[in-house]
């Protein structure tokens, strides 16, 4: 028997799944309760999703003891956990209401332009890029890959770092 699969795209914004998906992860009590069960590393670092939208998601890491090195700064990987949740949550918001589709980082670059010591904000704005590839995986039936952007930026306007991670999606049998 056929996999019935909801042809709305992702951002529509009058998709059920995704209106419910969106407000669950943006509500306080459900995003620490997702973090803690799903991601407890970014949990632990104080990481916190502050937008999701068809625009893109940004979210936030604290400076903390939490989440620094002996350098004073914030540790690359509490860096690339709030990089790699800005990405995931658009895959994840993408392939609400699909049908079952498995997604995974393929892979993944860093670029370390400055030492991040104040909060930072990771944001990717490339949604279209995922949203796309979850579109070509469904009408396909074949595994896709898509490389999208997160660049880490403190309160301050400085960017200290930019990550690229390659998604894989494929539609499960």
């Known amino acids: 028997m056929a996999q019935v699969i909801d042809a709305k795209l992702p951002f529509d914004d009058t998709n059920p799944?995704?209106?419910k998906f969106t407000a669950n992860l943006?509500?306080?009590?459900k995003q620490r309760l997702f973090?803690?069960?799903k991601v407890p590393g970014a949990w632990f670092m104080g990481v916190k999703v502050r937008r999701l939208d068809e625009k893109g998601c940004c979210v936030?890491?604290?400076y903390s003891w939490w989440s620094q090195n002996?350098?004073?700064s914030i540790y690359f990987a509490a860096q690339a956990a709030a990089a790699e949740l800005s990405t995931g949550a658009i895959a994840?918001?993408?392939i609400e209401g699909r049908g079952k589709i498995s997604m995974?980082?393929?892979g993944m670059q860093a670029q370390f332009i400055k030492k991040a010591t104040k909060p930072t904000n990771f944001e990717c704005v490339e949604p279209h890029k995922i949203f796309e590839a979850v579109q070509r995986a469904i009408e396909t039936g074949e595994g896709q890959t898509v490389n999208v952007e997160s660049v880490g930026t403190q309160e301050d306007g400085v960017v200290v770092s930019k990550f690229?991670?390659?998604w894989s999606f494929k539609v499960k049998a």
């Not at 943006?26 to 009590?29: C, V």
């Open 17 to 19: 799944h995704i209106k």
């Open 26 to 29: 943006l509500n306080p009590f």
């Open 35 to 37: 973090l803690l069960t």
């Open 60 to 62: 936030a890491l604290k």
């Open 70 to 72: 002996p350098f004073k």
């Open 92 to 94: 994840f918001m993408a």
């Open 104 to 106: 995974l980082v393929a």
């Open 164 to 166: 690229q991670f390659t």
